[in-house]
């Protein structure tokens, strides 16, 4: 599973779901309370339907959905598919800007998950920013390595400690990229 904390702004809608994106709508959100927020987050819990943002990753006819729509091809929206949430919990309300940590399964949209919050609040709202604090075995907390002890053995320990977290095969193998284009398991 993957752990988030994300920052979101109500009242502002934008094409990309997050703060990159064109503002494409904007409505009042002072009715809201931290209770009203805090109910909703119910509703996201557990295993739910979300449909997938215009402007993601994800493919059609090989080429990213972002590239199409940047280039104005009509992209047509994405069904909705399942996806897991394991936990939502609001940390921080001061309007217009609310946090939540989110632990969830894979192919997950934190920004759809924003949105989504806005519509159900009868208002918009829009990711303004988003930290990853766990993937897989790494957490932030954990495996993060400050930047004092930025030196060849501090980041060799930590290489070394991070890998064998990472199931099977020598570790020597895990930082080299087999194929360009596609990341290696980072150590954040």
């Known amino acids: ?27 009042p959100y002072d009715q809201i309370t931290k209770g009203d927020l805090e109910n909703v987050l119910q509703k996201f819990t557990g295993d739910i339907m979300q449909v997938p943002p215009l402007y993601s990753a994800l493919k059609k006819d090989g080429e990213r959905l972002s590239t199409l729509m940047k280039r104005g091809e009509a992209v047509e929206a994405k069904p909705a598919r399942p996806v897991r949430v394991y936990s939502l919990s609001l940390q921080q309300f001061q309007p217009p800007l609310f946090t939540l940590d989110v632990e969830c399964g ?23 920013e988003l930290t990853r604090t766990k993937h897989g075995p790494f957490t932030l907390e954990e495996h993060a390595l400050h930047e004092d002890k930025w030196t060849i053995d501090e980041i060799a320990r930590s290489l070394e400690h991070c890998t064998s977290l990472l199931p099977g095969e020598p570790s020597h193998k895990k930082l ?13």
């Open 106 to 128: 894979g192919g997950f949209y934190v920004r759809s998950l924003v949105s989504d919050i806005g519509k159900e609040l009868s208002t918009c709202a829009t990711m303004q």
């Open 1 to 27: 599973s993957q752990k988030y904390t994300a920052i979101g702004l109500l009242g502002k809608a934008t094409d990309t779901l997050d703060a990159t994106g064109k503002v494409t709508e904007e409505k």
């Open 176 to 188: 080299k990229t087999e194929h360009p284009g596609e990341t290696a398991v980072s150590c954040e």
